[in-house]
Nanobody, 121 residues
Framework: QVQVVESGGGLVQPGGSLRLSCAASGSIFSIYAMDWFRQAPGKQRELVAG???????NYADSVKGRFAISRDNAKNTVYLQMNSLKPEDTAVYYC???????????????WGQGTQVTVSS
């Protein structure tokens, strides 16, 4: 079984910064891409940023130049550094991990429970 847990959300003023973390744990054989999504009230969940196992990254246009995704493969952890935050960044942020659990030959998708980010003065 694989568990995915996010942390680091909170309330921040416009222009401020936050760093989200997402750790995958459990019986893991291999982890592949790790991604951050967000969902604002009344809106669909959207991809914010992703990083491959080799370190290739991609970003939504709305966060390019402000957010940075990185990962520590030794810790099975992905980070999202969010700078110059805007009120429209307010959302629940979710981590998605693709992984193969120990004893399996299949890849599965795992989601965290989400962490709230609120940007407000």
């Amino acid at each position: 079984q694989v568990q995915v847990v996010e942390s680091g959300g909170g309330l921040v003023q416009p222009g401020g910064s936050l760093r989200l973390s997402c750790a995958a744990s459990g019986s893991i054989f291999s982890i592949y891409a790790m991604d951050w999504f967000r969902q604002a009230p009344g809106k669909q969940r959207e991809l914010v940023a992703g990083i491959s196992s080799g370190g290739n990254t991609n970003y939504a246009d709305s966060v390019k130049g402000r957010f940075a995704i990185s990962r520590d493969n030794a810790k099975n952890t992905v980070y999202l550094q969010m700078n110059s935050l805007k009120p429209e960044d307010t959302a629940v942020y979710y981590c998605r991990t693709r992984a193969t659990p120990s004893g399996s030959t299949s890849m599965y998708i795992y989601w965290g429970q989400g962490t709230q980010v609120t940007v407000s003065s």
